[in-house]
């Protein structure tokens, strides 16, 4: 229950806020609409996090600075992470939300993370803005830039058809397209970002552990498969069905028109 979750007051200004750590999020006690999440604070390693708040009863925008979650909430951190209090009070939040060993294997060994699409294992190296097919040289894979047509905000997701014979996305000429194609599958894979966000950091010359703690870290991925009727195709190929009438009877006038011209002299 809400009453049970820790609260944060800051010393400064006398504003409590509830500190969920299901969400890691700090929500304003007095005004919960007003919430912060770790992509809308800014992390100061082991002295905490800080953000800017608006305080209603004063009219000013304050810099608040609560410490790491560790300290805040041990007991939940420890449920959380299955792990004795006692233990949780000797890491930051840092060593316990990122996984040490995942992160040792990505940036000391240079591991790079996998995702398994359709039957095939795929590199995922942000760095080069790649997905590279494993242990395949035939195929240059799929390049996270030509995704982006295929990204899906709110789930933030890539979700695309995918050609499973020469690991590519699936090219059709959709605006014809009058039954499900046989040859493709349709799947969903997570953001770049999510994928290989140590490449990702690296590409944009940021810290290689930059928001690890937001996004997580993990080597291992699998794309989810997606039937055919709930890719959203179904309104395409009605579409394109109403239209295939036209289309014909455009293409037959068309080609009565060209016979009619004749040999000219």
Known sequence: MEKELPIYTD?????????????????????????????????LGEEGYFFDHFDKSTGMTICIKPPQFVTLAPQQMAEKYNKAVEEILLLTDFELMVDQEVLTRRIKYGELPTIKIGDHIFYADARIDLLRPKDDFSSVG????????WYVEDKNVYAFPYDPKNYKIGDREWDKILDYPT???????????????????????????EDL????????FKA???????????????????????REAVKERDKRKENKKGRKL
């Open 142 to 149: 799929i390049r996270f830039d030509d995704l982006e047509d």
């Open 11 to 43: 010393p400064d200004y006398g504003i409590e806020f509830i500190v969920d750590i299901q969400k890691f999020e700090f929500r304003e006690r007095a005004n919960p609409d007003n919430r912060y999440t770790l992509e809308d604070i800014s992390d």
């Open 213 to 220: 703690k937001e996004t997580g870290l993990k080597l291992d």
């Open 183 to 209: 040859d493709l599958i349709f799947v969903e894979i997570p953001h770049v970002r999510t994928l290989d966000p140590v490449g990702w950091n690296r590409r944009h010359g940021w810290r290689e552990i």
């Open 224 to 246: 989810e498969l997606v039937p055919w009727n709930k890719s959203g195709i179904d309104k395409l190929i009605w579409e394109n069905r109403i239209k295939q009438p036209i």
